[in-house]
T-cell receptor, first 116, second 114 residues
Framework: GAVVSQHPSWVICKSGTSVKIECRSL??????MFWYRQFPKQSLMLMAT?????????EQGVEKDKFLINHASLTLSTLTVTSAHPEDSSFYIC????????????FGEGSRLTVL | AQSVTQLGSHVSVSEGALVLLRCNYS??????LFWYVQYPNQGLQLLLK??????LVKGINGFEAEFKKSETSFHLTKPSAHMSDAAEYFC????????????FGKGTTLSVSS
């Protein structure tokens, strides 16, 4: 099946720094990618929808300036957590929908961010 | 707006027993429904999906789910639990249009005892 890769899988950073997480579709083109956030023992919450070549659409309550999303190519979307604080510590998961398919999304392995 | 409700945040079964994880959906249009499994510190793996074809859907690892429109349900079952089935299970819904995200339920933790 299709593969979506996230990097890094685990990152620890100091408070105040910025962290970039990459989401790549390895064997298909994805015009749309989604970013989710998952707190411990909780469900996935949709943060934003990323469309190639245009601005991301953020869900209500998600700070656009805190979570910068860029989808510059059909195989890569990035999430940058700016000026990270401990409350930003979480598991971030991306998913990608192959162009032309309906229904199924392919998920990355997730990236765990710990802010000290 | 569409949503899913998973009944029971934690289900415990014995090895070899029936597994039943409940999911009810709410959608104003015909939904696409999914079950995913997540192991600790890992991403999501698709178990099965309903996309308006057969109402009884068979997935991987012996799991299956039945779409019941009259009950707005999409419960996940497995006849005989294995220790390796212990994980977090998520039900999700979308309206199927290209570019539409999945909306997830809160998840159900399945524990399997020997």
């Amino acid at each position: 099946g299709a593969v979506v890769s996230q990097h890094p899988s685990w990152v620890i950073c100091k408070s105040g720094t910025s962290v970039k997480i990459e989401c790549r579709s390895l064997d298909f083109q994805a015009t749309t990618m989604f970013w989710y956030r998952q707190f411990p023992k909780q469900s996935l919450m949709l943060m934003a929808t990323s469309n190639e070549g245009s601005k991301a659409t953020y869900e209500q309550g998600v700070e656009k300036d805190k979570f910068l999303i860029n989808h510059a190519s059909l195989t890569l979307s990035t999430l940058t957590v700016t000026s990270a604080h401990p409350e930003d510590s979480s598991f971030y998961i991306c998913s990608a929908r192959e162009s032309g398919l309906t229904g199924e999304l392919f998920f990355g392995e997730g990236s765990r961010l710990t802010v000290l | 707006a569409q949503s899913v409700t998973q009944l029971g945040s934690h289900v415990s079964v014995s090895e070899g027993a029936l597994v039943l994880l409940r999911c009810n959906y709410s959608s104003s249009v015909p939904p696409y429904l999914f079950w995913y499994v997540q192991y600790p510190n890992q991403g999501l793996q698709l178990l099965l999906k309903y996309t308006s074809a057969a109402t009884l859907v068979k997935g991987i690892n012996g799991f299956e789910a039945e779409f019941k429109k009259s009950e707005t349900s999409f419960h996940l079952t497995k006849p005989s639990a294995h220790m390796s089935d212990a994980a977090e299970y998520f039900c999700a819904v979308s309206v199927g249009q290209a570019g539409t995200a999945l909306i997830f339920g809160k998840g159900t933790t399945l524990s399997v005892s020997s």
